[in-house]
T-cell receptor, first 113, second 115 residues
Framework: GENVEQHPSTLSVQEGDSAVIKCTYS??????FPWYKQELGKGPQLIID?????GEKKDQRIAVTLNKTAKHFSLHITETQPEDSAVYFC????????????FGKGTRLHILP | GAVVSQHPSWVICKSGTSVKIECRSL??????MFWYRQFPKQSLMLMAT?????????EQGVEKDKFLINHASLTLSTLTVTSAHPEDSSFYIC???????????FGPGTRLTVL
């Protein structure tokens, strides 16, 4: 089955700097890669996703890149703000309606004032 | 965007009792719902997938007789933790997928504490 590795587990960056979180996956059949932000005591919220027919996608300060050959995908947050502090999860799925989403272990992002 | 709610948001129960958690899709019809479990500072682990009107598909290692899932309508799925024990204490999160959408929408989670 699919296995998703996520690094780092904890990341501290100065406010205004960029943060990068990296993930790898094992199943070459996976073609949908969502990223979720989870705040304390809440459910995860989708912040951006990418499908295997695209290499990069950007939404304001957030961007995701995908390298299907290497089975790598990354989340980039620029101009970080205090409200970006949260736990971020990468995930992978085959993208079908009933296909399960496999989550990485999460990255706790701290934005330092 | 689509909204998924869970009820209750938190529950405390005594060991040996059963607890029911509801997951509702508020503004769309959810053909598939997923139930996850999350221990503190850990990732989400899929417990089961349920399709409306059919039996749930449980992940390996999840006891289907202990975690009863019912998806009786297109807007409601329930998870019942039977004979709960302290080790069942966790954060339970559901997600829902509808025909009109190509992504899962997550509920806010239910924190279960078993004394």
């Amino acid at each position: 089955g699919e296995n998703v590795e996520q690094h780092p587990s904890t990341l501290s960056v100065q406010e205004g700097d960029s943060a990068v979180i990296k993930c790898t996956y094992s199943d070459s059949a996976s073609n949908y890669f969502p990223w979720y932000k989870q705040e304390l005591g809440k459910g995860p919220q989708l912040i951006i996703d990418i499908r295997s027919n695209v290499g990069e996608k950007k939404d304001q300060r957030i961007a995701v890149t995908l390298n299907k050959t290497a089975k790598h995908f990354s989340l980039h947050i620029t101009e970080t703000q205090p409200e970006d502090s949260a736990v971020y999860f990468c995930a992978a799925s085959k993208g079908g309606r009933d296909d399960k989403i496999i989550f990485g272990k999460g990255t706790r992002l701290h934005i330092l004032p | 965007g689509a909204v998924v709610s869970q009820h209750p948001s938190w529950v405390i129960c005594k060991s040996g009792t059963s607890v029911k958690i509801e997951c509702r899709s508020l503004d769309f019809q959810a053909t598939t719902m997923f139930w996850y479990r999350q221990f503190p500072k850990q990732s989400l682990m899929l417990m089961a997938t349920s399709n409306e009107g059919s039996k749930a598909t449980y992940e390996q290692g999840v006891e289907k007789d202990k975690f009863l899932i019912n998806h009786a309508s297109l807007t409601l799925s329930t998870l019942t933790v039977t004979s709960a024990h302290p080790e069942d204490s966790s954060f339970y999160i559901c997600s829902a997928m509808g025909l009109a959408y190509n992504e899962q929408f997550f509920g806010p989670g239910t924190r279960l504490t078993v004394l």
